[in-house]
């Protein structure tokens, strides 16, 4: 799995293989995990600690469009969901 970035201990990765929808992204911190759909911006799974959900949604919102993009250019094969 792909780290796409890293911040404040938290490291934000997408998959590339296996996938499903809706359209996500994963986020990790001190062994916590999420998964937090793009389109919606809300947890689809697992959880963090508010402050570190709180900043890794800061990050995700201003470049919502980008993630989606990357989603779909990592699993072609799926349809929008």
């Given at each position: 799995?792909?780290t796409i970035?890293k ?11 296996n996938e499903?929808?809706?359209?996500h ?12 759909d793009?389109?919606?911006m809300?947890?689809l799974?697992g959880?963090?600690?508010?402050r ?6 800061q ?5 919502q469009?980008?993630?989606l ?5 990592y699993?072609?094969?799926?349809r929008d969901?």
């Amino acid at each position: 799995m792909p780290t796409i970035e890293k911040f404040n201990g938290i490291k934000i990765m997408m998959y590339s293989d296996n996938e499903h929808n809706p359209p996500h992204f994963h986020a990790s911190y001190n062994g916590q995990e999420v998964q937090i759909d793009i389109k919606r911006m809300t947890v689809l799974k697992g959880e963090l600690p508010p402050r570190q959900l709180r900043q890794v949604l800061q990050w995700a919102k201003p470049i919502q469009n980008d993630l989606l993009a990357l989603f779909k250019q990592y699993n072609p094969l799926l349809r929008d969901g």
